[in-house]
Nanobody, 116 residues
Framework: QVRLVESGGGSVQAGGSLKLSCVRS????????MAWYRQAPEKERELVSS???????NYLDSVKGRFTISQDNAKNTTYLQINDLKIEDTANYYC??????????YGRGTQVTVSS
């Protein structure tokens, strides 16, 4: 059974930083990478960042230069370093695992709340 467990969220002031973690367990058929999504109340889900199994990374335009995704394969952990947080970054952040080129598995998320 695949499990993804996120941690590291919290309440911070604008300009602050957080580092989110996603620990995965269980066998993933044709694992191809990981991603971080976020969803704020009454807003659509956004794909914030992804890192593929070959190390290729991608970012949502609004987070480029502030967010950094990384992976520690030895620990089966994916990180999202978030710097210079903005109020509009407030959302539930959750990770997803890619299986055979589709994001098939999702965690429950960790809440990030940014205040002025």
């Amino acid at each position: 059974q695949v499990r993804l467990v996120e941690s590291g969220g919290g309440s911070v002031q604008a300009g602050g930083s957080l580092k989110l973690s996603c620990v995965r367990s269980g066998y993933i058929f044709k694992w191809c990478g990981m991603a971080w999504y976020r969803q704020a109340p009454e807003k659509e889900r956004e794909l914030v960042s992804s890192i593929m199994s070959d190390g290729t990374t991608n970012y949502l335009d609004s987070v480029k230069g502030r967010f950094t995704i990384s992976q520690d394969n030895a620990k089966n952990t994916t990180y999202l370093q978030i710097n210079d947080l903005k109020i509009e970054d407030t959302a539930n952040y959750y990770c997803a695992a890619c299986s055979n080129w589709r994001y098939e598995y999702y965690g429950r998320g960790t809440q990030v709340t940014v205040s002025s």
